[in-house]
C-alpha cells in the first residue's frame, strides 16, 4: 500500500491535521494525540502523521519510558491480530505508543502489522524508533538494516552497519553484510544498473582520475565507507597488520571528522588503541593520537552528561522529586554522575600524557615542568606532582605559583609545617594584593588554624580582610573571634 502525505488526505482529514499541528505548537500535546489518531485510523499510510505523533508523544510523556514498557496485554492481543487484521493491529500498536512511543513491544507491534499491510516505511519508521531510545540495540539495528536493503535501500543500511561495527567491531556479519550492501549502493549510485557498457559509466575518463587522485587527499564520507568495507575483510584475515590497521583508524578518524557522531569517535578509539597494542606503544606518534582521540571523547561526554544531569535536577527541584517516577530519575542522575567522573578522570589521565611527552620533549623547559605538576595536582597525585613543582620554582616566571601548589600538595600530604613554610614563602615574595596573594594568604590561615597557631591565622585573614572585605568568608572568620 502506498505512504500518502498530507495533501493527498480527505478534506476533512486535512483539517484535522492542520489543527493537530497548531496544537503542537501551542504544546497541547493531548489534543494533537488525538486529532492526530483520528487521521490515521482513516489513513494509516500517512507516515508524516505518525512521525508527528510520535514526537507529541514523546514530548507529553517527556521521553521516559513506562514500567510496563514489553508487558502490556494489550500488545500480545495484537500480536495475534497482525495476520487476521494488520489495520487494526496498527491502530492498537499505536494506543500503546501514546503512554511508551519508545517501547520495544509496541514499536514491534507496528512494525509486525505494518509489514503485513504492506507499508515497509512504517515498519522502518517503528525500528528507527526501538533505536532511538535504545541506541545500542544493535539485534533491532541488524533487523532494520535487513528491512532497507529488502526495500532496495543499500546506502542507508550501509550507516546501519556501520553503527553495529562502531558498538561492536568484532561483528562479522555486521562487517560482511555491510560490505555486500555498499557494494550494491556503489552499483546503484554508479549507474551499473542501468549502464549498457563500461564506457557508459566512464564517459569522461580524465575527469574520473582527476575524482580520483582529489579523494585521496580529502575523502568523501561515501569514499570513506566504500574503503572500510573493502579493508575489513583483509583486517579480519590478519588483525596483526600494521598498515592496514593503520589505514582503517585514520579511516574512522576521518568519519568522525566529518560526521561528529559517537559511533565513528568509539570507532577512532578502538582501531587507534588495537593498532597502538600491535606497536606495543613503540610509535609517540600513535600514542598521541589515541590520547587525543580520548580526549575528545572526554569532553564531548561531559558536556552531554552535564546537559542531561542539570536536565534532571532542574526537573527534580521544580516539583518532580513529588513525581512517582522520582526515585527512578535520582538513580538514573547518580548513574549520570558515576559516568560523569569516569570521563573527567579520563580527560585528566590525557591531558597528564600530553604534558608528560612535552617534557619529554623538552625537559629543560621548567614552564612544561609546572604545567605537568599542576595536572598531577588536579588528578589527585600529589607524590608525583612534588618533584615536578620543585624543579619549576627554578623558573622566575612559575616560582610563586609553583610554592602555592607545592604548599597545597603538602596539605594532602598532612605535613602542614611543609604546607605553612611553602605558602608563607611564596606570600612573602609577592608584591600586589591580587587574587593569587589572596589565595596564598588564605591557604597558609587554614594550615595554621589546623595547627592551631591562632594568632598566625588571624594575621592572615586580616590582611586579606583590609583589601578585600568580601572575600570568600574571611569576613566571618575574623569577626567570630570578636564575638559579634
Same mark, same amino acid.
Given at each position: ?5 498530507d ?7 486535512r ?7 497548531s496544537a ?8 494533537a ?12 499510510g500517512f507516515?508524516?502523521?505518525r ?32 495476520k487476521k487484521?494488520?489495520?487494526s ?12 512511543p519508545?517501547?520495544?513491544?509496541p ?13 515497509p ?5 517503528a ?5 532511538a ?9 541488524? /533487523? ?8 532496495g ?26 560490505k555486500d550492501?555498499?557494494a ?8 551499473? /544498473?542501468?549502464?549498457?557498457?563500461y ?53 574512522w ?8 557522531d559517537?559511533?565513528s ?14 606497536l606495543k ?15 575528545k ?8 552528561l ?6 534532571i ?18 538513580e ?12 573527567k ?7 597528564? /600524557? ?12 621548567l ?7 599542576e595536572?598531577?595536582l588536579?588528578?589527585?597525585l ?37 604546607a605553612?613554610s ?33 594568632? /598566625? ?6 590582611d586579606?580582610?583590609?583589601?578585600d ?11 567570630a573571634?570578636y564575638?559579634?
Amino acid at each position: 500500500m502506498p505512504i500518502i502525505s498530507d495533501k493527498e488526505l480527505p478534506p476533512d482529514k486535512r483539517s484535522l491535521w492542520l489543527k493537530a499541528l497548531s496544537a503542537v505548537e501551542l504544546r497541547n500535546y493531548g489534543y494533537a494525540i488525538s486529532l492526530i489518531g483520528a487521521v490515521l485510523k482513516e489513513s494509516p499510510g500517512f507516515l508524516d502523521g505518525r512521525k508527528m505523533l510520535r514526537k507529541a508523544e514523546i514530548a507529553a510523556t517527556k521521553g521516559k519510558k513506562s514500567f510496563l514498557s514489553g508487558l502490556s496485554t494489550a500488545s500480545l492481543k495484537g500480536s495475534s491480530m497482525v495476520k487476521k487484521d494488520p489495520l487494526s493491529a496498527m491502530e492498537l500498536a499505536e494506543k500503546n505508543l501514546e503512554a511508551d512511543p519508545l517501547g520495544a513491544a509496541p514499536n514491534h507491534l507496528l512494525k509486525d502489522a505494518a509489514k503485513a499491510a504492506n507499508f515497509p516505511e512504517i515498519a522502518v519508521f517503528a525500528l528507527e524508533t526501538i533505536i532511538a531510545g535504545s541506541p545500542e540495540d544493535v539485534k533491532v539495528m541488524h /533487523e532494520l538494516a535487513e528491512l532497507l536493503l529488502s526495500m532496495g535501500e543499500a546506502d542507508k543500511a550501509v550507516e546501519i552497519y556501520n553503527k553495529i561495527s562502531a558498538i561492536n567491531p568484532q561483528d562479522l556479519v555486521a562487517t560482511k553484510r555491510g560490505k555486500d550492501a555498499s557494494a550494491q549502493a556503489s552499483m546503484k549510485s554508479g549507474g551499473w /544498473e542501468q549502464a549498457s557498457s563500461y564506457r557508459d559509466i566512464m564517459k569522461n575518463k580524465d575527469e574520473a582520475v582527476s575524482l580520483e587522485q582529489q579523494a585521496r587527499v580529502v575523502r568523501s564520507l561515501d569514499m570513506i565507507e566504500q574503503q572500510l568495507a573493502e579493508f575489513m575483510p583483509q583486517w579480519e584475515a590478519d588483525q596483526q597488520q600494521v598498515d592496514l590497521s593503520r589505514r582503517i583508524a585514520k579511516l574512522w578518524e576521518e568519519r568522525y571528522e566529518q560526521m561528529q557522531d559517537d559511533e565513528s569517535l568509539e570507532g577512532a578509539i578502538w582501531y587507534a588503541d588495537h593498532l597502538n597494542t600491535v606497536l606495543k606503544n613503540s610509535d609517540p606518534a600513535i600514542a598521541r593520537k589515541l590520547s587525543d582521540l580520548r580526549l575528545k571523547r572526554a569532553d564531548a561526554g561531559i558536556k552531554k552528561l552535564e546537559e542531561e544531569s542539570k536536565q534532571i535536577e532542574d526537573w527534580l527541584a521544580n516539583g518532580g522529586d513529588a513525581h512517582d517516577e522520582a526515585p527512578k530519575y535520582r538513580e538514573h542522575l547518580s548513574e549520570m554522575q558515576r559516568r560523569l567522573a569516569d570521563y573527567k578522570a579520563e580527560r585528566s589521565q590525557g591531558l597528564i /600524557e600530553e604534558s608528560k611527552r612535552r617534557v619529554e620533549r623538552n625537559p629543560t623547559d621548567l614552564a612544561l615542568r609546572f604545567e605537568l605538576g599542576e595536572r598531577l595536582l588536579e588528578a589527585g597525585l600529589f607524590n608525583e606532582a612534588i618533584p615536578e613543582l620543585q624543579r619549576a620554582r627554578q623558573n622566575p616566571n612559575a616560582r610563586l605559583k609553583a610554592m602555592s601548589l607545592l604548599g597545597r600538595c603538602f596539605v594532602l600530604k598532612g605535613m602542614l609545617d611543609m604546607a605553612a613554610s611553602q605558602f608563607l614563602a611564596a606570600a612573602t615574595e609577592m608584591t600586589a594584593m591580587d587574587v593569587f596573594k589572596k589565595d596564598t594568604l588564605y591557604d597558609l590561615a587554614l594550615v595554621n588554624e589546623k595547627m592551631g597557631k591562632k594568632d /598566625e591565622y588571624l594575621r592572615c585573614l586580616k590582611d586579606i580582610m583590609e583589601v578585600d572585605y568580601g572575600y570568600k568568608d574571611v569576613a566571618q572568620r575574623v569577626e567570630a573571634t570578636y564575638g559579634t
